[in-house]
C-alpha cells in the first residue's frame, strides 16, 4: 500500500509565501502523474496543479503565476510552492499521485489565509 504524507500547512497572512511537500513511500519518477488538489469548506475538491510524466505542467487559472508544482525524485517527494497567497486559497490540500492507472491521495493538509 502506497501512503503519501502532506506537510508545510499552516496560517499565514496574505501575501506570504508557504511550500507544500508530500512524500511518498514508493519510489517516484518522472513517470509518474502527480497532482494538488484543494478543499474550501462547502465547497468540491478541485485541481490546483499537475505535472506530467512529460513534464508539463498545469494549473488552474485561480493560481497561474502564483504556485509552482515540483517534484524530487531523489527523494520521492513532490512540492506546491505557493506565493502572494490570497484569503481565498485557504482549504484542505490534497496530493495524488498515479502508479499505472491507480491514484493514491494523502490525507490533505490545511492552508489558511488571514487577510
Known amino acids: 500500500q502506497v501512503q503519501l504524507s502532506e506537510s508545510g500547512g499552516d496560517l499565514v497572512q496574505a501575501g506570504g509565501p508557504l511550500r507544500l511537500s508530500c512524500k511518498a513511500s514508493r519510489r517516484i519518477s518522472v513517470a509518474n502523474t502527480m497532482a494538488w488538489y484543494r478543499q474550501a469548506p462547502g465547497q468540491e475538491r478541485e485541481l490546483v496543479a499537475a505535472?506530467?510524466?512529460?513534464?508539463?505542467?498545469n494549473y488552474a487559472d485561480s493560481v497561474k503565476g502564483r504556485f509552482t508544482i515540483s517534484r524530487d525524485v531523489r527523494k520521492n517527494t513532490g512540492y506546491l510552492q505557493m506565493n502572494n497567497l490570497k484569503p481565498e486559497d485557504t482549504a484542505v490540500y490534497y496530493c495524488k499521485v498515479a502508479w499505472g492507472q491507480v491514484n493514491y491521495w494523502g490525507n490533505g493538509t490545511q492552508v489558511t489565509v488571514s487577510s
Open positions: 505535472i506530467t510524466p512529460g513534464g508539463t505542467s
